[in-house]
Nanobody, 127 residues
């Protein structure tokens, strides 16, 4: 079955950096668009970024654009999220997920279009 395992979260001071990893198994990773989402305490889960299977298209939420970078290594079945200049408002559980096939471009930021999810990794940014 499909498994997604995130790692790399932790506690960091504002202005610091973290790199999250998500290792996938049980799917053809090299053909899968991968996304990152996050959910802060008491908040709804929100889109962060996605990257298409070949890295040809990426998209970021406005709140993190310019600070976070999504990347992937298909040989390692891994997608990454490099997070720089972290802010306290970035504190959340971060999840990776796989996009359902045949999803149209305009819906690729919607969590309902993602079918497999990891367990999440906690990121806490202190001020």
């Amino acid at each position: 079955q499909v498994q997604l395992v995130e790692s790399g979260g932790g506690l960091v001071q504002a202005g610091g950096s973290l790199r999250l990893s998500c290792v996938a198994s049980g799917l053809t990773f090299s053909r899968s668009t991968m996304g990152w989402f996050r959910q802060g305490l008491g908040k709804e889960r929100e889109f962060v970024a996605y990257m298409t299977w070949n890295g040809g298209r990426t998209r970021y939420s406005d709140s993190i654009r310019g600070r976070f970078t999504i990347s992937r290594d298909n040989a390692k079945n891994t997608v990454y999220l490099q997070m720089n200049n972290l802010k306290p408002e970035d504190t959340a559980i971060y999840y990776c997920a796989t996009l359902r096939s045949s999803t149209i471009l305009s819906e690729m930021t919607k969590q309902s279009r993602y079918d497999y999810w990891g367990q999440g990794t906690q990121v806490t940014v202190s001020s």
